[in-house]
């Protein structure tokens, strides 16, 4: 498994844009899906984004597609999650995630988890 360590979280206003990163270490990283969840207390586990296959598939949740680019750099072991146009009900804490062979949506059966860094959309 990889270890995954994100990034880049904080708080910004309303229609701002963030930056996440996400780390990885102990494997390579190239032939891992990954992927970006986010959740809030008390509620369910929500899929962002995914990569598959070395960056040739992508696929976003329906609230971020348009505003949220999902890219990686195997050659820095980190993928990140361009996030533009931010709204309020976009704060949560995101997580990263990679698997060796798929990124389900409902995220069950995923790899690796990191902690999450957290993001804040003023309004």
């Known amino acids: 498994q990889v270890q995954l360590v994100e990034s880049g979280g904080g708080l910004v206003q309303d229609g701002g844009s963030l930056r996440l990163s996400c780390a990885a270490s102990?494997?390579?990283?190239?032939?891992?899906?990954v992927g970006w969840f986010r959740q809030a207390p008390g509620k369910e586990r929500e899929f962002v984004a995914a990569?598959?296959?070395?960056?040739?598939?992508?696929y976003y949740a329906d609230s971020v597609k348009g505003r949220f680019i999902i890219t990686r750099d195997n050659a820095k072991n980190t993928a990140y999650l361009q996030m533009n146009s931010l709204k309020p009900e976009d704060a949560d804490v995101y997580y990263c995630?990679?698997?060796?062979?798929?990124?389900?949506?409902?995220?069950?059966?995923?790899?690796?988890w990191g902690k999450g860094t957290l993001v804040t959309v003023s309004s």
């Open positions: 995630a990679a698997d060796r062979s798929n990124m389900p949506t409902n995220g069950d059966d995923i790899d690796s």
């Open positions: 102990g494997r390579t990283f190239s032939n891992y899906a």
């Open positions: 990569l598959l296959w070395r960056g040739r598939i992508s």
